[in-house]
């Protein structure tokens, strides 16, 4: 596949000058039809998620997986899921796997020259803080979320107004812009310890209410929150797992913090993406219930045969707009780019790596 120079768009975003399609060109699009040769190569992928893409669906999907394989090689692109993605995407392309801080940081250690971030928008902004001198790309730039959506950085700086001295610390789960204005990141498994860190008896966790009462709920620090949640999260309830407990006895139900306290109490271990994963690898449990977005674990699935999933289906809408046939388009069209602003992104990687470089 060779690449066509192509002209720059009216209104194109642009870096130095250029736009990532003029700094790359244009890739001719490849032939989808399903051949020996792309059954032959997919093959051993399908092998991972044959027990939840049936057979007569593969054919449709193949094509555009061996497509992707091949034109990321000619980018030298890097892409990273998120543990939400499908399992076509999560299984059939990624380079890297896991949570949104994860996916940054292993980002960072590779030699590639694009990244291409199968997650949603503050996801490649915190890939694009943390890996400035490469190009990233996110293949549906509405994929927003609700979570990151309710607090702005005036917000965060009217916080500090009204309370002088009290430390703000924001979830990963926020804008570059949110990040710049607050003392630190953490993440769902390590905000007690970045909370405790501080030594004083009062600080705020941004935007996440349910995840804020959760640690609050382990610690002595007065956690106050702001009233923002994950809308995938925020719809389990406490009664839906004791119903499902009544119809499956020796299920064992994890959840994440961001989900209501009542639901994490309810829970028989709650954790971050990270955690849930390691729990199931490392518990095997006849029968899991994960109560977070479905997708992940259609995902640990194949990766923990003889686990018997019950999966509370609560999709996120935002994670679902990254597709196949976007990621093929955003490869070969170089779309679409992210971009952050330089004095914010000094700022808000400071507040990251402040987190990472804490000793907890």
């Not at 804020?212 to 106050?224: P, W």
């Not at 000094?346 to 000793?359: D, F, H, P, S």
Request: glycine share 4%; with cysteine.
């Amino acid at each position: 596949m060779t690449i066509a120079q192509t002209s720059v768009p009216d209104g194109a975003p642009i870096a130095n000058g250029l736009t990532a399609l003029d700094r790359f060109g244009r890739l001719n699009r490849p032939d989808l039809r399903y051949t020996p040769e792309v059954a032959e190569a997919t093959a051993p992928i399908y092998e991972k998620v044959k027990h939840i893409i049936p057979a007569i669906e593969w054919p449709a999907l193949a094509p555009t997986i061996h497509a992707i394989n091949t034109l990321k090689k000619e980018r030298n692109a890097v892409i990273l899921a998120h543990n939400y993605m499908t399992p076509d995407i999560y299984h059939g392309v990624a380079d890297i796997v896991g949570d949104s801080l994860q996916l940054a940081i292993e980002a960072t250690r590779t030699d590639a020259d694009v990244i291409v971030q199968c997650g949603v928008h503050f996801m490649a902004e915190t890939s694009k803080i943390l890996s400035p001198e490469k190009t990233v790309l996110i293949p549906d730039m509405r994929a927003g979320c609700s979570l990151a959506e309710s607090i702005t950085g005036a917000d965060v700086r009217a916080l500090r107004e009204r309370n002088p001295g009290v430390p703000i610390i924001t979830y990963v789960n926020t804008s570059a812009e949110v990040k710049a204005e607050c003392d630190i990141c953490c993440t769902s498994s390590n905000a007690l310890q970045v909370v405790e860190s501080f030594g004083v008896d009062r600080v705020f966790l941004v935007p996440d209410k349910y995840l804020a009462a959760n640690v609050g709920n382990k610690t002595d620090v007065e956690v106050l929150v702001w009233d923002g949640a994950c809308e995938v999260h925020e719809r389990f309830t406490a009664q839906e797992l004791r119903d499902y407990r009544k119809i499956e006895p020796d299920v064992k139900i994890i959840a994440h913090p961001e989900c209501p306290p009542e639901v994490v109490a309810e829970a028989d271990f709650a954790g971050s993406t990270a955690h849930m994963i390691d729990w199931v690898k490392t518990r095997r449990p006849e029968k899991v219930m994960m109560v977070t977005e479905c997708s992940m674990a259609d995902n640990v699935a194949s990766e923990t045969p003889g686990v018997d999933y019950i999966r509370p289906c609560n999709l996120c809408p935002h994670m679902k707009r990254i597709t196949l046939d976007k990621i093929l388009d955003a490869l070969v069209e170089m779309k679409e780019e992210v971009f952050v602003d330089p004095a914010i992104a000094v700022r808000a990687r400071t507040a990251v790596e402040r987190m990472i470089n804490l000793k907890i």
